[in-house]
Structures are given as structure tokens and as C-alpha cells.
């Protein structure tokens, strides 16, 4: 299986603050048309997961555009630009180009 | 407004079965694979099971090979899994979701509690 390591997995922020979340998959997650499923959602207190970016980059719909995801191959990278309270929860990286697809363990964000 | 509404979950003993359903609206649920998630008490995202979307192909984790089956009814637009053989590690909420074509959506459902205790 693909293992997906995420990094740090506990990530105070103070409030207004930027925030960065790392993911690295044991495999290069390009498909063989060159599109690359790595997603990230976010998952809030007693909540459902939500997916934040699609495909390495984009919003999905609603998604404030402080927001953003970057990477390539085996390395990505999750930002928020300015933390507010709302974005307390847990996120996950997952990969949707191999099967089984798998998550990251999860990286909870709190404000310190 | 997409909705899907997962039912069936509860207390089962080990060894015991379980149907788990999900309901879909407010989108066009024959088009689309559909895929379950489950998560543990405290613990991360599982991928359990996915289906094409007439039904005719589906893929299970290796955890919970031989034991469930995903399959769907898309004339009720409803999809399915049904757990047999149950361990106490097969506890936690069940997720279905959809992720449109090529991952281009995202739906996903509250979630179903199971818990496999005697």
C-alpha cells in the first residue's frame, strides 16, 4: 500500500498566522495521463470530512482562497495563509491514484 | 442539495452481521463509483471498499477481504455494505461518500456508528 506520511502532526498556530502541512507518499502518485490524485480534507470536530483542494491545487467549491496546495510526484504541501478559529480540526492528505487509496495520519491544528 | 444518508450501524456481537445502507439524492448517483470510509473511535480515515458505478466491479481493502460486500441499487439509488464475520477492530463510523468523475467532486455522508462488542 501506499503510505502516506504526513508532517507535523500536531500544529499550534496562533491566530492570523500562517500554517503549512507536508506530505510525502511512498510513491509517485502521477497517473499514467499525467494528472496527480493527491487530496486534502479537512475534518472538524464531530463533522464529516471535507475535501479542501483536488488534483495537488485546486479549491473545491466554497473553499476560502486562503487556502492552497502545492507538490508534485511524491511531495506536497497543504497552506493556510491566516488561521482562524474555524480551521481547528484535523487534516488529511490522501491518494486516490493507487488502490487501496489511503490517507495520511492526520495533522491536528489548534490555536495557541 | 446533495444528500447521503447512511443507516444501519449499531451494536453488533463478534462474529455478527451488519447491512449498512446509503441513501443518495440531489445528484446523479448511477454516474458515479461510490466508496466507503470508516473511521475508529479517535483514529484516522480508513478506505474499506469502493464500486464502479453499475455495479459490476468492486475492491475491498485486505482488512475486510471475505468479509464484506459493497453493491448498489441504483434504481434506489441506494448503496450497500454488508459486514459478516465482525471483530472488534471493524468498530467505527462508516462514511459513504462520492467522488464524481475522475475526483472532480466530493460528497460525503454523516456517518454510521458501528460497534462490534459482546
Known amino acids: 500500500d501506499v503510505v502516506m506520511a504526513q508532517s507535523p502532526l500536531s500544529l499550534p498556530v496562533t491566530l492570523g498566522q500562517p500554517a503549512s502541512i507536508s506530505c510525502r507518499s511512498s510513491q509517485s502518485l502521477v497517473n499514467s495521463d499525467g494528472s496527480t490524485d493527491l487530496h486534502w480534507f479537512q475534518q472538524r470536530p464531530g463533522q464529516s470530512p471535507r475535501r479542501l483542494i483536488y488534483?495537488?491545487?485546486n479549491r473545491d467549491s466554497g473553499v476560502p482562497d486562503k487556502f492552497s496546495g502545492s507538490g508534485s510526484g511524491t511531495d506536497f504541501t497543504l497552506k493556510i495563509s491566516r488561521v482562524e478559529a474555524e480551521d481547528v480540526g484535523v487534516y488529511y492528505c490522501m491518494q486516490g491514484t493507487h488502490w487501496p487509496h489511503t490517507f495520511g495520519q492526520g495533522t491536528k491544528l489548534e490555536i495557541k | 442539495e446533495v444528500q447521503l444518508v447512511e443507516s444501519g450501524g449499531g451494536l453488533v456481537q463478534p462474529g455478527g452481521s451488519l447491512r449498512l445502507s446509503c441513501a443518495a439524492s440531489g445528484f446523479t448517483f448511477s454516474s458515479y463509483w461510490m466508496h466507503w470510509v470508516r473511521q475508529a473511535p479517535g483514529k484516522g480515515l480508513v478506505w474499506v471498499s469502493r464500486?464502479?458505478?453499475?455495479?459490476?466491479?468492486?475492491t475491498n481493502a485486505d482488512s475486510v477481504k471475505g468479509r464484506f460486500t459493497i453493491s448498489r441499487d441504483n434504481a434506489k439509488n441506494t448503496l450497500y455494505l454488508q459486514m459478516n464475520s465482525l471483530r472488534a477492530e471493524d468498530t467505527a463510523v462508516y462514511y459513504c461518500a462520492s467522488f464524481g468523475t475522475s475526483w472532480l467532486l466530493s460528497y460525503w455522508g454523516q456517518g454510521t456508528l458501528v460497534t462490534v462488542s459482546s
Open positions: 488534483k495537488v491545487s
Open positions: 464500486i464502479n458505478d453499475d455495479g459490476t466491479y468492486t
